[in-house]
């Protein structure tokens, strides 16, 4: 089993959240750069990453990293790498790519060069002329970054944000890798309670339940290189076996979760029994200015509405006013809000202990963090 090297993609803001992640694995020598997390394994550590990973949207492996300044000598070094150690004869590939700051800044021309010098590289192992491309699939990519090609393909398939759960969604769903991120940067654990007071479909409840529970992410989900012959089956079957047994059943959770939309209720409801978490997480049809809470050292998680669109607001900022009455008086509570709304702690009426930049899908967010005081040891 030879050494290699993968990257754990990211959305903006969320590096430093893959790192600590993929430390906790077992993982040294990172390197961390904007948007991907490098590091080296072997072909077990394929299965175990796209298993295991929260907050990585995928995981590469890296093929090779040049400059190329022509066209010629994109072609040259694409074809010295060792195409033919992973695509077999009848390997679906295909070539994307991205440029920025570079000589070579025509896409097009980029996927076609590189294209034509893995066929070429593949030709030397593989005595055809035409590659049928009917086997398992291969998503090459190069990037360009100032002059520099990284050359890498998807281990991943479908992003990994796509863990298999949410058969149903609402109309703004938050991504499960940043809901996931959104609670591993709280300081909730798994013997406090937490609430969601605009669950929607119910995505941050359950991603905390998941890891409230470590379930792995990716256990009951396929990947892209699963049907790579390089890597084997055995690896795979390994990795589940592990990811199952590592799974804490013993331990009970509170975890609430309100919205005054009954049809996001019963999506939620779905999304949780979809992995088994339907005992671990109470979903109900509430505004949340009338929900009873104690003041129990809990933990508030949420993406509300944003009021991106016209004529919502000055309602949105209602909603935020309401917020922040509501736990002035629960002060033991711990309260993180993710928006875009910039002036969201003039509404909620309270400066954030610390504040994150974020992106949810393509709109630029904060993640709000209001710190409550430690729960005693002994309560």
Known sequence: MSNIELIATATFGLEAVVKRELMNLGYIDLEVENGKVTFKGTEKDIPKTNIWLRTADRVLLKMGEFKALSFEELFEKTKALPWEEWIPEDGNFVVEGKSKDSKLFSISDCQRIVEKAVVEKLKTKYDVEWFEKTGPK???????????A???????????????????????????????????????????????????????????AMIGKNIAPGIDRSFASEEWPRIKKEYWTEARREALKAIDNKSKLHILGCDIDRKAILRARDNAANFGLEDDITFFIKDFRDVD???????VITNPPYGERIGEKKEVENLYRDLGIKFKELDTWSVYVITSDENFEKHYGKKASK??????GRIKVDYYQYYGPKKPVNS
Request: charged residues 30%; aromatic residues 10%; proline residues 4%.
């Open 138 to 148: 291969y998503r090459i990519e190069v990037a360009l970054l100032k002059d520099i």
């Open 150 to 208: 990284t050359l890498t393909i998807d281990t991943s398939g479908e992003g990994l944000h796509k863990r298999g759960y949410r058969d149903r969604q609402g109309q703004a769903p938050i991504k499960e890798t940043l809901a996931a991120a959104m609670v591993l940067l709280s300081f909730w654990n798994k013997d406090r309670v937490l609430f969601d007071p605009f669950c929607g479909s119910g995505t941050i409840p359950i991603e905390a």
């Open 293 to 299: 809470l104690k003041n129990e050292y809990g933990v």
């Open 355 to 360: 504040k994150r930049k974020l992106y949810n």
